[in-house]
T-cell receptor
């Protein structure tokens, strides 16, 4: 079963604009991770944020985490056509299972 | 590092046939996961292994599904008999033992079509 929902389900922006995707989850987490999936390929890990962190940066990516609201956001700045993909958040629970549960994903289209 | 390798990339079979999907995880990774992806249900965790031992198979849909990991470098997911509703993309992923921070590395999936 999916842990969370992502919003929006689909996003279309112009190259150079920023893209923001949101993720909500249901249970307490150890960490939250964002993955990217290009069409016909497997998922690729982008960034991880721990439950005691509020914000993290990696290149053009900025992730925030609000554990009180059980939500996270992924911001891609200065988007490029090559950023076109689906983006998923995934959570690791507080138990020791180490299993990742994925959200429903956001399909991002960056128009050249 | 060749990454996680899955085979076949595509499988088309008729209802009632047995299907076997294969996965070779990244060398040195201790955890192996099988996921199923469909438009309707998204990414579902089916089962995962730690050091070749199945830890949680609560996501396996029914007894028609079974998974094995006979050694650290090979795993199979079998569906017998297959049904049209099993049509999906099946992903294998592996990760290194750690505190839960180590990311998953995914294969490129097997697209299964059951007619």
């Amino acid at each position: 079963s999916q842990q969370g929902e992502e919003d929006p389900q689909a996003l279309s922006i112009q190259e150079g604009e920023n893209a923001t995707m949101n993720c909500s989850y249901k249970t307490s987490i150890n960490n939250l991770q964002w993955y990217r999936q290009n069409s016909g390929r497997g998922l690729v890990h982008l960034i991880l944020i721990r439950s005691n962190e509020r914000e993290k940066h990696s290149g053009r990516l900025r992730v925030t985490l609000d554990t009180s609201k059980k939500s996270s956001s992924l911001l891609i700045t200065a988007s490029r056509a090559a950023d076109t993909a689906s983006y998923f958040c995934a959570t690791v629970g507080m138990d020791s299972s180490y299993k990742l549960i994925f959200g429903s994903g956001t399909r991002l289209l960056v128009r050249p | 590092d060749a990454g996680v390798i899955q085979s076949p990339r595509h499988e088309v079979t008729e209802m009632g046939q047995e299907v076997t999907l294969r996965c070779k995880p990244i060398s040195g990774h201790d955890y192996l996961f099988w996921y199923r992806q469909t438009m309707m249900r998204g990414l579902e965790l089916l089962i995962y292994f730690n050091n070749n031992v199945p830890i949680d198979d609560s996501g396996m849909p029914e007894d028609r599904f079974s998974a094995k990991m006979p050694n650290a470098s090979f795993s199979t997911l079998k569906i017998q008999p297959s049904e049209p509703r099993d049509s999906a993309v099946y992903f294998c992923a592996s990760r290194r033992l750690g505190t839960g921070d180590s990311p998953l590395h995914f294969g490129n999936g097997t697209r299964l079509t059951v007619t």
